[in-house]
């Protein structure tokens, strides 16, 4: 059962997620519990002519013990650096990364072993993480549980029936479930391209998120702003599962206060019920109760990582949602529910973005950080006003686009 619905899978990575035709390399960064799936991956790839494969393979025992380490020794330890993904960048490749968690497998890590570890892993690819930005790579985040996952998300059940259980979760998810998840995404981002069109038609300026939660957030959007959503461009998809329709703000206009409906896991550890306060775009309050000092290592990890950089719009009955299970896994979670994030902008996100600097951008509201971190914010209860050309306009009512 497993080997069928991961060669489905594996498939859909290949065939339709990642670009192999601008280069003869690819790049797969996965844990090693996962190791099944990746198998069926390089497979496909060979089939297709790619034959210079990278496999950048972890092992959560070996990682916890770097991360056990001392600060100084963390920031010194080249088992964070990640130049190797620039010396991939710079061939073209494709780039696959499967992301999986290990709930409370790293909760005896401090916060700042886990920031200065994610900071020097981030850092130390600048070559990558720009032609991400600048849509010069294909690549694609994608999801897979593991037995440590599995047995964290159903206790009561056996290694094997948890497991399962969390794999054909991820599978109606992933629409992997379908007899052809290829057709299923087309048609699917066929729908999402005509809601991006309507938002950009409405030319909206600036955003009211509320909802019973607390949350009463005002966000302004920079002039000739771009709504996009998964498979735009070259039509590739990004991130497995996609349910997201966003755009960039104007980092400089964001105020009020917003509430996370979902936790966030950064880096295998733990952030629930936080709030944050922002005041000229910037965070200047915040708490949580719990992770807290994770949640200030995110806000504080450089200049510009307490300014937003996405907004992004989900319905509340997107394929995530229905399965009606948090997962605590960001690509998951955030796929359930309307997210924001902290951090980096888009440049696609912004008429003639790709041909601009990040300096240039910046001066018209995209924000440039070393960091991306999206967090939930989506209730069945969100209701979203949009100023646009025409005055307020309620895009979102009770959790679903109103367009």
């Known amino acids: ?47 297709k002519g790619i034959d210079d494969i990278y496999l950048d393979e972890l092992d959560k025992k070996e990682r916890h013990e770097h991360l056990s380490k001392s600060l100084k020794e963390i920031e010194n330890d080249s088992y964070f650096d990640s130049h190797i993904w620039d010396e991939y960048a710079k061939k073209n490749a494709a780039f696959l990364m499967i992301s999986t968690e290990f709930p409370h497998y790293f909760d005896d890590i401090s916060s700042e072993n886990m920031t200065a570890a994610a900071l020097k892993s981030r ?9 991400q930005a600048l849509n010069e790579i294909s690549w694609c985040i994608a999801v897979m549980p593991n037995i440590v996952w599995a047995k964290d998300s159903f206790p009561d059940l056996s290694e094997e029936d948890a497991y399962e259980k969390l794999l054909n979760l991820m599978m109606i998810a992933t629409m992997v479930d379908t007899k052809n998840p290829i057709d299923e995404w087309n048609k699917f981002l066929d729908k999402q391209r005509k809601l991006a069109k309507k938002l950009n038609d409405l030319e909206i300026t600036s955003m009211h998120y509320t909802n019973k939660l607390g949350t009463d957030l005002y966000v302004g959007l920079p002039q000739k702003v771009i709504w996009e959503c998964a498979g735009y461009g070259d039509n590739l998809i990004v991130n497995m599962p996609t349910y997201e329709v966003f755009t960039s703000p104007d980092y400089r206009y964001t105020n009020g206060i917003v509430y996370a409906s979902k936790p966030l896991m950064y880096g295998g550890a733990l952030i629930d019920k936080f709030w944050l306060k922002f005041k000229d775009g910037k965070v200047v309050d915040y708490d949580a109760y719990v992770g807290k000092e994770i949640l200030k290592g995110i806000i504080e990890s450089d200049d510009y990582s307490c300014f937003l950089g996405e907004c992004a719009l989900v319905s509340k009955n997107s394929g995530v949602a229905k399965t009606n299970f948090v997962f605590g896994e960001t690509c998951l979670d955030e796929n359930a529910s309307c997210h924001i994030a902290l951090g980096d902008a888009f440049p696609e996100c912004i008429e003639g973005g790709f041909e601009e600097t990040r300096e240039s951008l910046r001066t018209k509201g995209l924000n440039h950080s070393t960091n991306h971190v999206d967090f939930m914010i989506g209730t069945d209860d969100l209701n979203i006003t949009a100023m646009t050309k025409n005055g307020e306009k309620l895009i979102f009512k009770d959790g679903d686009f109103n367009i």
């Not at 960064?29 to 790839?45: C, E, G, P, Q, R």
């Not at 850092?123 to 032609?131: A, G, H, M």
């Open 1 to 47: 059962m497993f080997e069928e619905i991961e060669n489905k899978y594996a498939n859909l990575l290949v065939n339709r997620c990642l670009d192999l035709s601008k280069s003869n390399s690819l790049f797969i960064h996965y844990y090693n519990d996962n190791k099944s799936l990746i198998d069926k991956v390089i497979a496909l790839a060979k089939e």
């Open 123 to 131: 850092t130390t690819r600048p070559i990558y993480r720009e032609k």
